[in-house]
């Protein structure tokens, strides 16, 4: 029984060459959805401001979820 010109592919080396298009098809599809990395736009001052506010109901939070008031 000679092989004539015949190629046969195994079970597993298919699932193989499969497995490996279809990481490749995801990867090249996944690469069009990075964006390119952009500076930060906020100035010095910016950064250093104060951020958090103790607002109306950030105290009705605290006060439902019984955190103990600042300085009492």
Same mark, same amino acid.
């Given at each position: 029984?000679?092989?004539?010109?015949?190629?046969? /592919?195994g $079970? $597993?080396?298919f699932?193989? =060459? /499969?497995?490996?298009?279809? /990481?490749? @098809?995801?990867?090249?599809? @996944?690469?069009p959805?990075?964006?390119?990395?952009?500076?930060d736009s906020?100035?010095?001052?910016? =950064?250093?401001?104060?951020?958090? =506010?103790?607002?109306?109901?950030?105290?009705?939070?605290?006060? /439902?979820?019984?955190?103990?008031?600042?300085?009492?």
């Amino acid at each position: 029984m000679s092989e004539d010109g015949k190629t046969t /592919v195994g $079970r $597993r080396d298919f699932l193989r =060459k /499969v497995g490996i298009g279809t /990481v490749g @098809a995801g990867a090249t599809l @996944a690469t069009p959805l990075v964006g390119p990395a952009l500076a930060d736009s906020e100035t010095n001052d910016e =950064k250093r401001k104060a951020r958090y =506010k103790e607002t109306d109901h950030v105290k009705a939070f605290y006060r /439902v979820n019984r955190y103990p008031a600042k300085g009492g």
